[in-house]
C-alpha cells in the first residue's frame, strides 16, 4: 500500500511545503460540516486516501498528509522523527484553519503522527471533534517495528509483505521502486519505534478517541486496539470491520462512515 509514481495534478498543496494536501476537484455545493484529516500508514502517501474524499462528499472536506519522501515529495529525505512530523503539520493546520471541526484520522504509523498532533492542537486550543485511529496497537504496547529493522533489506521486505501486505506488485519487480519503497519503510518504522517519552506519560487527551481495526489485521488485532481507551479522557468506542491490515484503505466506505458518525454524535 505505496503510491510512488501516482497521476499529476490529483492534489493541491495547502500549505507551501506540502505537509497538508487537498484534492483538486471541488463540487462547489453545500460547504462540509467537518475537516478530516488524514494520516498515512508507513511508506503511504495521500494517494491512499483519494477514495476517501469521494466517499465523503459533502459530509467532510478530506485533507491527507503528505510527509516528505512521498508523491509531491518524493525528492525529499524521510522526515527524522514523530515529533518533527507532528510540528510541521500542526502548524500547517493551524495555519489554514478555517474553524470548521477537526478530525483526525491515523492509519497504521499515521496514528502516532495523528495522536502527537491532537496534543499539539489541544494545547492551541483547537482540540479536535475526535481522534479515530486505525491498525496499530497503542503506543505503551510492545511494537514488532524495531525487531524487524535488524533485517537485511530481503528479511525486511519479505517480512513487511507478510505481516502488512499490500505491497503493490510494481514494487516488487521494479528495482528503483523496491529501492525507493525500503528507504521509506525503514525510515518510517525507525520513528515508529522512537516515541517521544511524552507520547505515553502525559495525560490523556480530552476529545473522545474511535479505534478501528480490520478483523483479519495480525499486526494490530481487535483485542490490542482496546487499549487505545487508556489515551482519552472524553469517551472511546471500537469497531471491527471486516479486512487485514488495509482495511480501511482497500474498502474506504464502510470506514469513512463510521468515523463521520461518531464525529457528528461523540458521545455515543
Not at 480501511?248 to 469513512?256: G, K, N, S
Amino acid at each position: 500500500m505505496i503510491a510512488l509514481r501516482p497521476p499529476p495534478a490529483r492534489w493541491a498543496r495547502v500549505d507551501p511545503a506540502g505537509w497538508l494536501v487537498r484534492p483538486l476537484a471541488a463540487d462547489g455545493g453545500t460547504p462540509p460540516g467537518l475537516r478530516l484529516v488524514c494520516f498515512p500508514h508507513a511508506g503511504g502517501g495521500p494517494a491512499a486516501f483519494r477514495p476517501w474524499a469521494l466517499v465523503a462528499r459533502q459530509d467532510a472536506a478530506v485533507m491527507a498528509v503528505q510527509l516528505p519522501g512521498r508523491e509531491q515529495r518524493a525528492a525529499e529525505a524521510p522526515v527524522a522523527s514523530i515529533t518533527a512530523a507532528a510540528d510541521a503539520v500542526t502548524a500547517a493546520l493551524l495555519a489554514c484553519d478555517d474553524g470548521l471541526p477537526l478530525v483526525l484520522y491515523g492509519h497504521s504509523m499515521g496514528t502516532l503522527v495523528a495522536l502527537e498532533v491532537a496534543h499539539r492542537l489541544h494545547a492551541a486550543g483547537r482540540t479536535p471533534r475526535l481522534l479515530a485511529v486505525g491498525a496499530r496497537i497503542p503506543p505503551d504496547q510492545a511494537s514488532r517495528a524495531a525487531a524487524l529493522l535488524d533485517l537485511d533489506d530481503d528479511g525486511f521486505f519479505d517480512t513487511v509483505d507478510r505481516l502488512y501486505g499490500g505491497t503493490p506488485v510494481a514494487v516488487r519487480n521494479d528495482p528503483s521502486l523496491r529501492a525507493h519503497y525500503l528507504r521509506l519503510m525503514r525510515a518510517d518504522f525507525a520513528i515508529g519505534s522512537r516515541l517521544p517519552a511524552a507520547t505515553i506519560d502525559r495525560p490523556p487527551l480530552p476529545c473522545p478517541i474511535l479505534a478501528l481495526s480490520g478483523a483479519d489485521d495480525r499486526a494490530a488485532p481487535p483485542a490490542a486496539m482496546a487499549g487505545w481507551a487508556a489515551f482519552t479522557a472524553g469517551g472511546f468506542s471500537a469497531v471491527t470491520l471486516p479486512g487485514g491490515h488495509f482495511f480501511a484503505i482497500e474498502w474506504p466506505r464502510p470506514a469513512v462512515a463510521r468515523i463521520l458518525a461518531a464525529a457528528r454524535n461523540p458521545a455515543d
